[in-house]
């Protein structure tokens, strides 16, 4: 299936994610910041174009999948998104909580 974005434009969007201090969205209970919740993503070439992602999910903040396209400008209805697992990562969670 492949992304509706060419691997260029991707990389320069990823790495603008991963430069920022703060990733600030509007969500139903107000403002959250998704920066601290993103630990990892990268643009895979081979077998074929694909995202992956390391976020958060945790009593201190979670992100989704479609809330990291959407900063990505990459429509979700036109993606396929896969879990391919769940960690728990306390030090990771602990830096996220005082970021």
């Known amino acids: 299936s492949g992304l509706p974005v060419s691997a260029d434009d991707l990389r320069e969007r990823i790495s603008a994610i991963l430069a920022a201090e703060t990733l600030v969205v509007q969500r139903r209970k107000g403002e959250g910041d998704l920066r601290p919740l993103i630990f990892a993503l990268q643009l895979v070439t081979e077998p074929s174009p694909a995202l992956e992602m390391e976020l958060a999910?945790?009593?201190?903040?979670t992100t989704r999948p479609d809330e990291v396209l959407a900063l990505l400008a990459?429509?979700?209805?036109?993606?396929?998104?896969?879990?391919?697992?769940?960690?728990?990562?306390?030090?990771?969670?602990?830096?996220?909580?005082?970021?």
């Not at 990459?74 to 970021?99: E, F, M, N």
């Open 74 to 99: 990459v429509d979700p209805v036109q993606t396929d998104i896969s879990r391919t697992g769940i960690t728990y990562d306390q030090v990771k969670l602990l830096a996220a909580d005082r970021h």
């Open 57 to 61: 999910l945790a009593e201190q903040g």
